[in-house]
């Protein structure tokens, strides 16, 4: 378990505009292969000084775009639409209805998991008073 926050912060830093990889991989506790692996799949573009990643603030923010939206869940198709959607010159609008209806789709599936969830323990915990007698 690390003393990393439950959510990874999307808010930017006022005093920072350029960020190497081990700079974001100990921020967000992920490794230089995953920040690699986001850049191949199209997520995060960093900037190229030689073999060196510059990241900037924009990458940061998508990247903290990338890593909530697989904490609860969601596909990396899913996590690239909705942070693509920013680019779309519309103040975000669309960005935050889609989300917005991505999360409530994703809280109504959980609930439901968690219900489920809810009632095998029930069942469970049902099912060992049953039995655990005839053990003594």
């Not at 939206?69 to 899913?78: D, I, P, Q, T, Y």
């Not at 889609?98 to 969830?117: E, F, G, H, P, Y």
Request: net charge neutral; aromatic share 8%; hydrophobic share 40%.
């Amino acid at each position: 378990m690390t003393n990393l926050p439950a959510y990874a912060p999307i808010e930017p830093l006022p005093d920072r505009h350029r960020f190497s990889i081990s700079d974001l991989s100990a921020e967000f506790g992920v490794t230089a292969r995953a920040l690699r692996f986001y850049e191949d799949e199209g997520l995060i573009a960093p900037e190229r000084r030689g073999t060196v990643r510059i990241y900037s603030p924009r990458d940061r923010a998508r990247l903290a775009w990338i890593l909530r939206g697989k904490r609860v869940g969601f596909s990396l198709a899913e996590i690239r639409e909705m942070i693509d959607l920013y680019d779309i010159g519309d103040g975000r609008r669309a960005q935050r209805e889609v989300t917005i209806a991505r999360c409530r789709d994703r809280i109504a599936l959980l609930s439901a998991q968690k219900n489920d969830i809810d009632a095998a323990i029930e069942e469970l915990t049902h099912f060992i008073a049953v039995i655990e007698p005839g053990l003594a």
